[in-house]
Each structure stands twice: as structure tokens, then as C-alpha cells.
């Protein structure tokens, strides 16, 4: 099986036949994935009324469990925004309903940003349609190189790890 990224390397090597062009083969592949892997993001979420980065915020609040409601300081790390863009994201999220803003306990000047149950169905109806989505890429993969891509790309990250 052949794809556009073999033409390209063979190209480069005729070209440059100095170059070691093993980056070109396995990169190339994984930023045209990521561009594939994009778009489907986007049609899942616009499929479920929500934005990227909305999703990722509701994502967050979600994942924390029962109540789904974080500081700001920790959605700040989980989706590693600014503190001035959070604070933008928290109000449009509010104004949709899809969160809310309740004092925090423990603090007297702090507040929790809260899922609310409308923003809990929109991240579960946006989540659904991702992972039926990110199902099709991985269709013709058996579960044991699923495992073996899961892990090589894991190492790759593991540098970047914060």
C-alpha cells in the first residue's frame, strides 16, 4: 500500500539524497492525519452544537466527576489557556447555560465553575460523536497494533509531558 507521503520522501531523496528522510515518512503521515483528524473533530462537534474549545473546557468539568465543577486555576492546567481567555470562556459557557458559577466553599474569595446539567448533556452528545468518529480512523487497525501505535506514540510524547 502506498500513499502520497511515499511520493514525496522518494522525491526528496532524489532531491537530496544526503538528507536521512525518516522524519519526513512518520511526521509527514501524522500532521496529514492530524488535519483528517480535525476536521471530523470539528463535523462531531458542530454535530452536537458545540466549538472546539468548548468543548474542551466542558470536556474538563466533566472528567472531575460528581459535582463536575473546578477552580479556575484548574481548568486553567487542564486546558492550558491563559487566565484572561479562561475567564472569556467561562462567561460565554454561562451565558449558554452550559456552566455556572457557584462560590467556593473552602474559599471565601474563590468560585468553582460548575457543569450544568444542559452542559453535561452537550459534552456527552459532543464526546459520542468524537469517539464514533476516531472509531472509523482506527477500523482497519487490529486491537494489537491499536495497542502498538498507542504506546510508540506515547514515547513520542513522553518528552513533552508537562
Known amino acids: 500500500m502506498r500513499d502520497e507521503v511515499d511520493e514525496l520522501v522518494e522525491a526528496w531523496a532524489r532531491e537530496r539524497p544526503d538528507l536521512e528522510l525518516a522524519p519526513v515518512e512518520v511526521f509527514s503521515r501524522i500532521g496529514r492525519l492530524a488535519r483528517h483528524l480535525d476536521l471530523a473533530r470539528r463535523d462531531a462537534f458542530t454535530a452536537a452544537r458545540v466549538e472546539s474549545w468548548e468543548f474542551d473546557v ?11 465543577e473546578l477552580s479556575p486555576g484548574r481548568l486553567l492546567r487542564e486546558t ?29 474569595r474563590g468560585v468553582l465553575v460548575r ?20 472509531q472509523k480512523f482506527l477500523a482497519d487497525l487490529p486491537d494489537r497494533d491499536r495497542t502498538r501505535l498507542a504506546a510508540l506514540l506515547r514515547t513520542l510524547l513522553a518528552p513533552f509531558a508537562g
Do not use: C, I, Q
Request: aromatic content about 4%; hydrophobic content about 40%; overall charge negative.
Open 58 to 68: 466542558l470536556a474538563a468539568l466533566r472528567r472531575a466527576g460528581t459535582p463536575y
Open 115 to 134: 457543569l450544568t446539567p444542559e452542559g453535561k448533556a452537550a459534552v456527552d452528545t459532543a464526546f459520542e460523536a468524537l469517539l464514533e468518529a476516531e
Open 80 to 108: 492550558l489557556v491563559t487566565s484572561g481567555t479562561m475567564t472569556n470562556r467561562v462567561d460565554r459557557l454561562a451565558a449558554r447555560g452550559l456552566v455556572e458559577r457557584l462560590p467556593d466553599p473552602h474559599d471565601r
